[in-house]
């Protein structure tokens, strides 16, 4: 897997978490005992907050892990305090979003669903300007640029020459013809994702949902992503899009419908070739 210091964090977390559960030990109690706070201890596991190595030994003592466990543990804090690429981004996006690049860039899989935008991570720079700049006059030009910058730099994790992302995209039909930034710029963006799939027949599996698939219950929802990991600790996540919000899910009762309508979903969609079909015609009909 590709290291990320935020699947790095979040594994740290987990265990830590799971193992005070298994003893019955309160958030509380545990910060008690390393004299910090529960909100603390509730921070560290969530990964939102950094532990230091101090600490970490002290509250894998209260938890009762062995050395070797420690050890993994060190290694996993270690791993979470390294810098990202995206940090020099950092001031630009909200916590939850620059936890998604990170998820993103440690998942070995994505599942998404899009309705009326195409996938950040098969987006052209042309495209990905023409959203920036709709998303009103507060994002001024250089900002704008540095953002679509960031997320070229996301999409290098699709050609990445050890372990490539595997990306299963679903894209609705109105996504397709909604003519962002214009023609010129809408039929380059569909040639990019005729070349994508092209380049990249074992990774992507591109598909799409045409304006002649019945009623399926992801429709007129919002995006959504389903990560997954290679460790055999970290569950799936779901991050999801709206107007106002964005949200990172990991309950499982939460994450098995969203699994559920991405598979119902694919079911109604087009095979890999008619989906490149319907994208070449499109394209040449706004040549």
């Known amino acids: 897997m590709t290291k990320s210091p935020s699947v790095a964090a979040w594994e740290l977390g987990l265990r830590l978490r799971e193992r005070r559960e298994l003893m019955d030990v309160t958030a509380a109690s545990a910060g008690k005992a390393i004299d910090t706070s529960q909100s603390y201890v509730s921070g560290v596991e969530s990964g939102k907050l950094k532990i230091n190595a101090s600490k970490l030994a002290e509250l894998a003592a209260v938890l009762d892990f062995d050395a070797a466990e420690v ?16 940090s020099p981004y950092s001031a630009m996006f909200s916590a939850d979003m620059l936890r ?6 440690g998942a070995e899989s994505i599942r998404a669903y899009n309705a009326g935008l195409i996938s950040g991570l098969l987006q ?9 700049h709709g998303g009103g006059p507060s994002i001024r030009l250089a900002e704008a640029n540095r953002r679509v910058e960031a997320r070229m730099k996301r999409q290098q994790r699709l050609d990445d020459a050890d372990a490539p992302l595997r990306l299963t995209a679903l894209i609705t039909e109105s996504a397709l013809r909604q003519q962002i930034g214009g023609r010129e710029v809408m039929a380059g963006q569909l040639r990019h994702l005729a070349n994508r799939i092209e380049e990249l027949p ?3 599996d591109l598909r799409i949902l045409p304006f002649s698939t019945d009623y399926y219950n992801a429709l007129g929802g919002s995006s959504f992503y389903i990560f997954g990991f290679t460790s055999n600790r ?28 991405h598979d119902q979903a694919l079911g109604y969609a087009l095979g890999r070739a008619e989906s490149l079909d319907v994208i070449q015609q499109i394209g040449k009909e706004l040549e």
């Open 71 to 86: 050890e993994e543990l060190q290694e996993l804090r270690a791993a979470a305090a390294e810098r990202a690429w995206w």
């Open 100 to 105: 998604y690049i990170g998820f993103e860039h």
């Open 124 to 132: 052209t720079e042309e495209y990905a300007l023409a959203v920036m």
């Open 202 to 204: 074992e990774t992507l």
């Open 234 to 261: 970290l569950p799936e996540l779901v991050w999801q899009e709206t107007i106002t919000s964005t949200d990172l899910i990991d309950q499982p009762m939460r994450m098995r419908e969203y699994t559920l309508a």
